[in-house]
DNA sequence: CACCGTGTAAGAGAAATTCTTACATCCTTC
DNA sequence: GAAGGATGTAAGAATTTCTCTTACACGGTG
């Protein structure tokens, strides 16, 4: 079995040590390279050739999204994985444009890491379940629950998904009615409808489904 | 030389990893307790007796700030560091006002949080350089509005406090009673006198309670 | 044009909530 | 140690909300 050889780059110098201790625990990997800035990444990466780069995006002296291209031009046969902290769409739209072939947030379990790795070494690309909701109307055809329920969701109407929203907040019709200057049968025909195409009965179900998909803050 | 105990609470599992790696290398620390939810850690700490808790703001069950006074209730002996993401000030003064002795961004170096460690082991209190500023001038500035609202929903007994996350996650009095074993009258109680206690008399005032004072994931 | 999705809404029965009252415990406080 | 208060438990009655069915108008689309 050939070793995977992995590079990183995050200012954090915690998170750094934790990723290597796990790496190095594994009988496939290894650590051939470490920075906490990118002036240092440019300079002791290309030497060690990795399989696999794992980037964080916020470096002090230059965004990881700004390195990511510049080790792509020196290395092109090395599968880039961004790290995060938040979750931005707009950073992972933008990641898998300049050629990232993974993107996890730091919040991510050992296994999930494990997991990107093993993937994008195959040539794969990997992204947190949880970012692919920002995904949706992307080529890629992998079909996740999230995915799903974001599909379910879609086929409410505009009115319907207004006052499930609403209701996942706990206002009650009678509450959206007044707000929304409808009459309170007109709002618990919405919920109605709702419930009957998201195929739930009850409030808390409709909070876990919007809690699960994300349209609340 | 005493060796001093050390329990560390964070849902981040590398960042836990990295923790304990770096304060295993250290001879006069033992790490004694780990969680990565605040119902293990008011689980498995107690038991420890540590001189000294890092205890990470965000979890995802309950808020650091929380969990932060169970622990101290529990624990009054043991100096309790605050580590979070962001520099925010809010936090700063609510857990130094909560009992906290020390407070360290994650992005800290190795040797940050050993000097926060061993000063915090000592009766003082260690604050990150970086969030000094934030301490100028205001030592016991007004209470603000988060804190105020902690500050009344501690006011919930426990009982009190279950039922409102729940019926704040879209649950019935009836599904409550149901998990709980109890009557549905029994759960209408605990409703009531929740809300009496918070001065509301709606469910989407108590969504947006529980969001703002955070005991909601 | 007929059909389907959507916005709107009323009515009746079922369920949930509000508020009051009740009582036993446990814990302080005088 | 007795009184008082907070808490856990729960029932009853009045009120509100929800569920589900029915209804109709309107705008697309096959």
Redesign the interface.
């Known amino acids: 079995m050939p070793i995977i050889k992995i590079a990183l780059v995050d ?9 290597k ?2 790496i190095s625990a594994q009988e496939d990997m290894r650590v051939v390279a470490e920075a906490q800035t990118a002036q240092e990444a440019l300079k002791v990466i290309p030497a060690t050739t990795p399989d696999c780069i794992l980037l964080d995006i916020s470096l002090p002296d230059m965004s990881g999204m700004e390195l990511l291209p510049l080790l792509k031009e020196r290395l092109p046969s090395s599968h880039i994985i961004l790290l995060t ?1 938040h979750e931005d769409q707009q950073y992972l739209k933008k990641g898998m444009e300049l050629g990232a072939s993974g993107f996890l947030l ?5 296994q999930d ?1 494990l997991y990107a790795i093993r993937t994008v070494y195959g040539g794969g690309i990997y992204i947190q379940p949880d970012m692919l909701k920002y995904m949706v109307g992307n080529k890629s055809a992998s079909v996740n629950p999230q995915e799903k329920a974001l599909a379910l969701w879609n086929t409410l109407s505009p009115r319907e998904q207004d006052v499930m929203i609403q209701l ?5 019709s009678r ?1 959206i009615a007044d707000a929304c200057n409808l009459s309170e049968k007109t709002v618990a025909t919405y919920r109605y409808r709702g419930f009957l195409k998201l195929g739930i009965s ?7 489904f919007v ?1 699960k998909i994300g349209v609340l ?1």
Chains 1, 2 share one sequence.
């Open positions: 200012d954090h110098a915690l998170l750094l040590a934790g990723l201790m796990l902290m730091k919040r991510a379990m050992d890491l996942a907040k706990g206002f009650s509450e009850r409030r808390s179900e409709l909070v876990a809690m803050s």
